[in-house]
């Protein structure tokens, strides 16, 4: 069965540290996208691909990147952790983009940057 | 801006009620979200849908464009029902970048009693 999965599941960090969070799709969709969960708000879009060399930046990008070298993989780095960024994150994809196609999510990766 | 808004934010009932999660937006959509979050954390997507009804086995999700309102509804509810469950939509406003066309509500923690 395909499948979307993140890893890795939970991870401690200090602050200024180099972070990368790897989230892995086997629908073989060209659109994907990570969120962030935090208490009293919605999920936030972080950033988005919409195919292998496009990434585009969502409504809380800044301390965020993310690379697409192939279709399957979307890798979200925290260049420089801050406590700020203590969260849930969430890897989606979707076969259609801009919010008209049925989302699949990872099972998401709690990070605490202390 | 768009406005999401879910109620009730906790809802705590006994098995076998009938359950009603509400959603309201305050811009034109091209297409609404039901999503699950169980404890543990892992999303599913229940429904998408911009007219009308949709069912799948107990659920059942409604929208009203007219009014900008949608309902989650649950007959027959079982514990294994608990979870947030999470409204988002699409506005028709959307024009790209930024946001990838999705605004999330905080969603409404569900609990269901043996």
């Known amino acids: 069965d395909a499948e979307i999965t993140q890893s890795p599941r939970h991870k401690i960090t200090e602050t200024g540290r180099q972070v990368t969070l790897a989230c892995h799709q086997t629908?073989?969709?060209?659109?994907m996208f990570w969120y962030r969960q935090d208490l009293g708000h919605g999920l936030r879009l972080i950033h988005y691909?919409?195919?292998?060399?496009?990434?585009n930046k969502g409504e809380v990008s800044d301390g965020y990147s993310v690379s697409r070298s192939n279709t399957e993989d979307l890798p979200l780095t925290l260049e420089s952790a801050a406590s700020s960024q203590t969260s849930v994150y969430f890897c989606?994809?979707?076969?259609?983009?801009?919010?008209?196609?049925?989302?699949?999510f990872g099972e998401g990766s709690r990070l605490t940057v202390l | 801006k768009n406005e999401v808004e879910q109620s009730p934010q906790n809802l705590t009932a006994q098995e076998g009620e009938f359950i009603t999660i509400n959603c309201s937006y305050s811009?034109?959509?091209?297409?609404l979200h039901w999503l699950q979050q169980h404890p543990g954390g892992g999303i599913v997507s229940l429904f998408m849908?911009?007219?009308g009804k949709k069912k799948h086995g107990r659920l059942i999700a409604t929208i009203n464009i007219q009014e900008k309102h949608s309902s989650l509804h649950i007959t027959a509810s079982h514990p294994r029902d608990s979870a947030v469950y999470i409204c988002?939509?699409?506005?028709?406003?959307?024009?790209?970048?930024?946001?990838?066309?999705?605004?999330f509500g905080k969603g409404t923690h569900l609990i269901i009693q043996p």
């Open positions: 989606a994809s979707s076969e259609r983009g801009a919010g008209t196609g049925e989302l699949f």
């Open positions: 629908w073989n969709h060209n659109n």
């Open positions: 691909s919409y195919g292998v060399q496009d990434t």
């Open positions: 811009v034109g959509i091209s297409a």
């Open positions: 849908l911009s007219s």
């Open positions: 988002a939509v699409r506005s028709t406003s959307y024009s790209g970048g930024g946001a990838d066309g999705l605004t």
